[in-house]
């Protein structure tokens, strides 16, 4: 097997960035909980679980660690999409390659935001919106911006697919699946899977609504997609199982880095 595979260093490496993952989205389920009580005081988006903690006591050092943390995964993704999954063959492999990778976009994306509010060279304007609305003005723009929602959308099914079968088990070693500790760990994975996996299926929808209308005012990130839920009927409550749901995801994360398994 690969070193890749095998390496006791990267696996030391990728814990830590694990449970920065992990706090982030707890932070992330706190905000949604609030935005659905209607107090919410922060932007309920990766950055914005960033942000918040950058507000807390030795918030400074906590962002800088997430963003270490990150960049160990951002790193492990790519050892991961060059050499990994070795065990598998064709477009299997060729499938979990371009997994790892969309998976170090996600990660760098975060270490980004930490490093841009650790640093105080963030900026309040522009937005997911902004964005589409450039991207828009591009030959072929529409299109575009209803292919990303549509693979938003899909990455969302993957997540929910992935939830409901229990195939994020494989994650985790045989001591992380067995006995009492082990059903929490299951269930903790199931709801944190399917509620992340709805949440960014509803970015998706909202993206696909904005390249059908051309109205990028309509696309938005996470933050837009939980008050869409807000607003629909029951939406605290529906909003309030998400927001759970979040946080069950984070605690999974601390779960995986604890009994790892690559």
């Not at 064709?90 to 499938?95: P, T, Y």
């Not at 976009?105 to 841009?116: E, F, L, R």
């Not at 009492?180 to 929808?205: E, F, N, Q, R």
């Amino acid at each position: 097997m690969p070193l890749v595979n095998r390496s006791d260093t990267i696996d030391h490496a990728v814990r830590p960035g694990l449970v920065a993952y992990g706090v982030v989205h707890l932070v992330l389920g706190w905000l949604a909980l609030q935005l659905a009580f209607g107090d919410s005081q922060g932007s309920a988006s990766s950055s914005g679980a960033v942000r918040t903690l950058a507000e807390q006591p030795f918030g400074l050092v906590l962002v800088w660690l997430v963003a270490l943390g990150m960049l160990l995964l951002v790193l492990w993704q790519l050892l991961e999409a060059v050499a990994g999954h070795r065990g598998l063959d064709g477009s299997s492999r060729l499938r979990q390659r371009l997994t790892s990778l969309g998976k170090a976009v996600v990660y760098a994306y975060i270490g980004a935001s930490a490093v841009t509010i650790a640093t105080g060279s963030g900026s309040s304007g522009g937005g997911t919106d902004s964005m589409t609305a450039q991207v828009m003005e591009l030959p072929g723009g529409q299109l575009l911006v209803g292919i990303a929602g549509a693979g938003i959308m899909a990455i969302g099914g993957y997540l929910i697919w992935k939830g409901v079968t229990e195939k994020f088990l494989e994650d985790l070693t045989g001591k992380g699946r067995r006995g009492a500790s082990g059903t929490v760990y299951v269930w903790l994975g199931k709801i944190g899977y399917a509620a992340k996996g709805v949440a960014l299926g509803v970015v998706g929808v909202l993206f696909g609504y904005a390249a059908v209308t051309h109205e990028a005012n309509r696309s938005g990130g996470l933050d837009q997609a939980l008050q869409e839920v807000l607003d629909q009927p029951f939406g605290p409550y529906l909003l309030s199982a998400m927001a759970l749901g979040i946080a069950s995801f984070g605690a999974f994360c601390f779960v995986h880095a604890r009994h790892l398994s690559r």
